[in-house]
């Protein structure tokens, strides 16, 4: 047991600050969150500068183009990116989080050579196609099918929630091949391009006020047999490897930004308003202390599950406890904030010279959480049955 | 970095889970109850085992471990619900000669601020104490535990950390200094934490095992979500606590890493609210039976109530941990 980094992580972590400390200054602010072609351009301009750089792919193999880097060393990156406020994954959160992890694990060698290099590049941004209007947490029982056609499969069917869809080149996408098979094993997991013919995307609007996902309809799309990664048929097991990756490091940066929303309240408690300091009443401060203790922990426990991954090479089951606790972490921080703010919270904006919109998303956010990758309910699920080995309710 | 258990340490904390199920098996934990919690034979056997000798250098007769080490083994101790004053003679070890062998058994309070009102002073086990020690901001004062005036409290919570009410506490000899003082406090919070945090896995075991035997509608009470559910929040309490509690023991070894009163604050805090949080959920899964004597459950959520009181209360951690924000 040792939280002190090597000597050549240190190296590492010095070289990119120094990088880091060059090229920022060069980037400019992101874009509007409603601009899709602006935070498409913005986001794949940054994975490009980290390509050029030889930071992306940290942690992918270097044989596929990747860094090669360890574990550790990926902490080290989203550590010293975060701190530094380098542009984060955005439009390319599927392709580097899950979907490219996935075809490393499972693809075709030709498959890996055709997909993983542009999204290292940034030339192609990906997609997750997984939910349906009537499959969500029960994804199994996703309909949308896909009859084999010669060396084609046709795809017909609704998927929903899809996020970065209207700026995505590929999806993931899991459809039903053998409609007779019980439900989980009559699925497949196919990289479906977004730009076939019977591909429409409709952008749904948010409980922010804009689009950050939208339906896909799928109409007779034809999609190649030689776009399934995986055996037909045995896309569920696919589906599980993707969402080990999803659960993994990929809410590292995330509990780093939750760290500075919290400094950023602590300011805002500390500031008078009205001729009071939120920070004076007891209740508010204890609760803002806990919540910093709450976010150190699940930094330890980041930590730990950095180690055990690269010790055994696939993300545990830590993803699950980290991402249940940390979505109730960010519930009571959001509802805090609101508390705090009282009428300057009532807006998206910057009010009363406070940097409350920030707070305000945030808390909006929060409800997303609790909710995307698999709901809490689900994760509760998954670790009773799983880990604890509880029956199952049926 | 390497964030988990080498193999040494992995063998310790298997080498103290066996003792204490050796020496500490529930019914002997329970019957401990007529001895105030202490008996000495028992006693010794944790001493020999270095339970208190832990992190004395070699050449003083210690075994020459850290505090990531004394978490594994105060994580265990936890687990197994061992009673008695096992902080106090676990520090008291580095200035009590008798201490580190069990030979003699030292207790411990602390005593905060000066002048003003005098807060409520209860003394944990002192009938059973051969040393009893006052740390206070100035330093460790020794005392004999006979010259201490107090009233034996008739209901304590927990019926194996007998209390007395001690009205005022006689002068004693300066053993060390404000600078152990303030080490035993994080030293102390930080294995405070780590039996709590041993707490909270047991009851969640417990919780687990009754629910998949327990049977209500003709199935495992268990396979019931609003069940299941509890028990995964257990698991999870249980989870991050453990990752901050081992931070803190790493923190103390290695002030170099981080803030150590941030981390062993944090460390505090997360397992004193998973081991109490822990200690209700697993008597609601036992439901009736949890509420009876009989069942273990409440004996351990009456020590972590104890334990939360001691080297700061999870209250207390949270307002420490404003202050460092
Ligand atoms: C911001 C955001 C982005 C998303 N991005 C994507 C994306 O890019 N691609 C994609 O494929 N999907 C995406 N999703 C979809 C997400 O994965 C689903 O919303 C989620 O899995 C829940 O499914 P659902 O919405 O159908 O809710 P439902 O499954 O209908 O759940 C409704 C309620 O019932 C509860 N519930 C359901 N089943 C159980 C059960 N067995 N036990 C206990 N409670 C249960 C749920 O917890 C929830 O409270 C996104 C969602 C959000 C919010």
Redesign the interface.
């Known amino acids: 047991?040792?939280?002190?980094?090597?000597e050549s992580?240190e190296r590492f972590r010095g070289e990119l600050r120094g990088w880091l400390d060059k090229v920022l200054p060069t980037v400019g602010p992101p874009p509007a969150s409603d601009d899709w072609p602006g935070r498409r351009a913005y986001d794949t301009a940054w994975q490009r500068m980290l390509y050029e750089a030889g930071y992306a792919g940290i942690n992918w193999p270097k044989e596929l183009g990747g860094r090669g880097a360890s574990p550790?060393e990926h902490?080290v990156f989203l550590e010293e990116t975060e701190r530094a406020h380098a542009p984060y994954v955005g439009v390319n959160f599927v392709g580097l989080l899950h979907a490219g992890p996935t075809l490393i694990a499972e693809a075709s060698p030709e498959q890996r050579s055709r997909y993983l290099p542009p999204i290292l590049r940034g030339d192609e941004v990906w997609c997750q196609g997984f939910s349906e209007p009537g499959a969500g947490s029960d994804l199994a029982a996703l309909r949308t099918r896909a009859v084999r056609d010669g060396d084609h499969y046709v795809v017909s069917g609704q998927k929903i929630w899809t996020s970065h869809a209207e700026v995505a080149d590929f999806c993931e996408l899991l459809v039903r091949t053998d409609p007779h098979a019980p439900k989980h094993r009559g699925i497949s997991w196919l990289v479906l391009p977004m730009d076939s013919p019977g591909v429409e995307v409709r952008p749904l609007r948010t409980i922010y006020g804009t689009a950050e996902f939208s339906e896909v309809f799928l109409d007779e799309v034809r999609v190649p047999v030689a776009n399934r990664v995986g055996v037909e048929n045995d896309g569920w097991r696919v589906a599980m490897v993707t969402f080990s990756f999803e659960r993994g490091t990929a809410f590292v940066s995330e509990l780093l930004q939750s760290m500075e929303l919290?400094?950023s309240l602590?300011g805002i408690a500390r500031s008078t308003r009205d001729g009071a300091q939120p920070w004076d009443d007891?209740g508010v401060?204890?609760?803002?202390?806990?919540l910093?203790?709450?976010l150190?922990?699940?930094w330890?426990?980041t930590?730990?599950n950095?180690?055990?991954a690269s010790?055994t090479g696939v993300p545990g089951v830590?993803g699950s406890?980290f991402k249940?606790?940390y979505s109730e972490v960010r519930h009571r921080l959001g509802d805090l904030a609101l508390r705090i703010l009282d009428r300057a919270g009532l807006s998206f904006d910057d009010l009363g010279g406070a940097r409350s919109g920030e707070q305000v998303k945030g808390w909006v956010h929060a409800l997303s959480i609790s909710i995307a990758a698999g709901t809490s309910?689900i994760?509760?699920?998954i670790?009773?049955?799983r880990?604890?080995?509880?029956?199952?309710?049926r | 970095m390497d964030f988990e258990l080498s193999e040494d340490q992995e063998a310790l904390q298997d080498a103290v889970r066996k003792l204490c199920a050796g020496a500490y098996p529930m019914a002997t934990v329970r019957s401990l109850e007529a001895h105030g919690g202490v008996e000495r034979d028992l006693w010794r056997r944790l001493a020999d085992a270095g339970v208190f000798s832990l992190r004395l250098p070699e050449p003083d007769g210690g075994v020459g471990l850290g505090s990531s080490e004394a978490v594994l083994v105060f994580e265990e101790l936890g687990r197994a619900l061992v009673p008695g004053p096992l902080l106090w003679s676990h520090l008291g070890a580095a200035v009590v000669d008798g201490a580190a062998s069990g030979e003699l058994v030292i207790g411990g309070v602390e005593r905060r601020g000066q002048g003003g009102p005098q807060p409520l002073l209860l003394v944990e086990h002192l009938a059973a104490l051969d040393r009893l020690l006052v740390l206070d901001d100035a330093g460790v004062w020794e005392l004999e535990p006979t010259a201490v005036k107090g009233e034996l409290v008739p209901h304590p919570l927990d019926p194996l950390t007998p209390l007395h009410a001690v009205q005022e506490l006689p002068p004693g000899i300066q053993v060390a200094g404000p600078d152990t003082a303030a080490a035993w406090r994080l030293e102390g919070a930080t294995f405070a934490a780590a039996i709590l945090l041993g707490l909270a896995e047991a009851v969640t075991d417990m919780a687990v095992a009754y629910a998949k035997e327990r049977q209500q509608f003709d199935r495992p009470v268990g396979s019931f979500q609003a069940v299941k559910h509890i028990l995964a929040d257990m698991l999870v309490r249980a989870e991050v606590a453990r990752a901050a509690v081992y931070a803190a023991g790493a923190h103390l070894d290695d002030p170099g890493v981080g803030d150590v009163l941030r981390a062993v604050t944090g460390a505090k805090l997360m397992a004193g609210d998973a081991a109490l949080a822990n200690g209700k959920a697993c008597i609601q899964v036992h439901g009736g039976m949890g509420f009876t004597w009989e069942v273990d459950a409440h004996l351990y959520l009456k020590r972590a109530r104890v334990l939360d009181t001691v080297f700061g209360s999870t209250q207390a951690q949270a307002e420490v941990m404003a202050a460092l924000i």
């Not at chain 1, 880990?387 to 309710?393: A, H, K, N």
């Open positions: 047991m040792n939280l002190r980094y090597s992580e550790t902490l919290l400094e602590v007891l401060r204890r609760e803002l202390g806990h910093a203790a709450d150190d922990a699940l330890s426990l930590k730990r950095v180690t055990q010790r830590g406890v249940l606790h309910q994760q509760r699920n670790l009773g049955e880990v604890l080995g509880l029956p199952r309710e």
